[in-house]
């Protein structure tokens, strides 16, 4: 079965540091998103990518975040300046269509920032 | 604001049908009717979609109302590791999760 992978699965950091986290999303996938989900809340909404450019973000996507497909494959979220509220896990997905069908989650990497 | 609403959690012991309500008054026409599960800290996992018709998978059933105004999440037998949150979305577009419903299956 297809499935979305998340790299590392647990990655300490100090704050103020860059992070890079990484997904392979599915092959033929068109729509790739990230989300967080600090310890006991709800999974939160951060971005969506179509077509090698930002479709959507969201409030807690600031200019601190940002996103690429660097090779085709790889989707990464980039944290420029890591905070201690940063400190959540970071789920990537993707989908073959917007808003009318399956989307698929990875298992997530687990940031925390020291 | 909250386009569903959920039962903060619900018990099943297992064997036996989990019938998960959502309640989703103000859907629109074109908008889907989504079910994800979050097991303890794992990434959301896809149960079942629709849109107006009930719909079957090998996980689940998914029972939507004629006016579309709630939905029944039914997983027929739960087991132990049906143990979960479950999500309730309705979308047309990216998914917004809210709190959901915790289930705890029971032996």
């Known amino acids: ?114 | 604001d909250a386009k569903t609403t959920q039962p903060t959690s619900m018990d099943c012991a297992e064997g036996r049908a989990a019938n998960l309500p959502c309640n989703h008054s103000t859907i629109s026409g074109n908008e889907y009717v989504y079910w994800y599960r979050q097991i303890h800290s794992q990434g959301p996992q896809y149960i079942i979609h629709g849109l107006k018709n009930n719909e079957t998978n090998e996980m689940a059933s998914l029972i939507i109302t004629e006016d579309r105004k709630s939905s029944t999440l039914i997983l027929p037998h739960a087991t132990l590791r049906d143990t979960a949150v479950y999500y309730c979305i309705v979308t047309t577009d990216k998914l917004i999760f809210g709190t959901g419903t915790r289930l705890q299956v029971f032996p």
Not at chain 1, 37 to 50: H, N
Not at chain 1, 88 to 100: D, I, L, P
């Open chain 1, 1 to 114: 079965e297809p499935e979305v992978t998340q790299t590392p699965s647990h990655q300490v950091t100090q704050m103020g540091q860059e992070v890079i986290l990484r997904c392979v999303p599915i092959s033929n996938h068109l729509y790739f998103y990230w989300y967080r989900q600090i310890l006991g809340q709800k999974v939160e909404f951060l971005v969506s990518f179509y077509n090698n450019e930002i479709s959507e973000k969201s409030e807690i996507f600031d200019d601190q975040f940002s996103v690429e497909r660097p090779d085709g494959s790889n989707f990464t979220l980039k944290i420029r300046s890591t905070k201690l509220e940063d400190s959540a896990m970071y789920f990537c997905a993707s989908s073959v269509v917007r808003g009318r069908g399956e989307a698929f989650f990875g298992q997530g990497t687990r940031l925390t920032v020291v």
